[in-house]
């Protein structure tokens, strides 16, 4: 009885090869079109945790009748009076509104503490929103001082993978407390303030 013939199975050198450069090929056109993804969920995620703070402290200001600020902070318990938006933020209820800056008093409640965004994230403020935004019993916004408040705080990537015309958002914010969100086209890699 003659026995089969023995197959042998799997891959010759060739055919891997041959797969490993097909591979690569498509690796190094997708790895780019992924790394744009990040940044663009990164900027998405970093101008929604803002929106969503701003939207709850206004919310909160109606909700209890007294008035909500939301601070740039970087210790989650005081508001700062340097850097920038990206370093995180605090909201609390502003019962007493001490001096031209918000800060956090005694006897006020901080309610959410949002942390550091993620390297390549910019947020800066313009006008009154440099360094707070307040929300009055009324729903409005209102500086230290009583006056109407007013501006745009740009949210922005520094990702070379996002062009000028996606890397940043603004966030413009009338009298009225009212926040809206329009991309904005043309904004450089350095991300200038708004």
Same mark, same amino acid.
């Given at each position: 009885?003659?026995?089969?013939? +023995?197959? &042998?199975?799997? !891959?010759?050198? /060739? ?5 490993? /450069? ?17 940044? +663009? ?7 929604? @945790? ?41 909201? !609390?209820?502003? +019962? ?8 956090? @008093? ?21 006008? &009154? ?5 307040? !929300? ?35 966030? +413009? ?22």
């Amino acid at each position: 009885m003659l026995k089969p013939p +023995i197959r &042998n199975s799997g !891959f010759t050198l /060739v055919e891997l090869m041959v797969t490993i /450069v097909i591979l690569a090929i498509l690796l190094s056109i997708a790895v780019p079109s992924f790394q744009s993804t990040i940044a +663009i969920n990164r900027l998405s995620a970093a101008t929604n @945790d803002l929106v969503a703070s701003l939207a709850q402290a206004r919310m909160e200001a109606l909700r209890q009748g007294k008035r909500v600020t939301v601070c740039m902070s970087s210790s989650g318990t005081q508001c700062a009076t340097s850097s920038t938006w990206q370093q995180g933020w605090i909201s !609390f209820t502003d +019962i007493t509104r001490s001096g031209a800056t918000a800060n956090v @008093d005694g006897g006020e409640s901080i309610q959410s503490v949002a942390g550091a965004k993620p390297a390549g994230i910019s947020i800066s403020g313009s006008g &009154n929103t440099t360094q707070y935004i307040s !929300f009055g019993p009324d729903g409005r916004s209102w500086t230290m001082g009583d006056a109407a408040q007013t501006g745009t705080i740009r949210v922005c990537s520094t990702s070379s993978y996002l062009s000028n015309d996606s890397r940043a958002r603004d966030l +413009i914010l009338t009298a009225s407390g009212k926040i809206t969100m329009e991309p904005k086209t043309g904004v450089s890699s350095s991300c200038p303030a708004p």
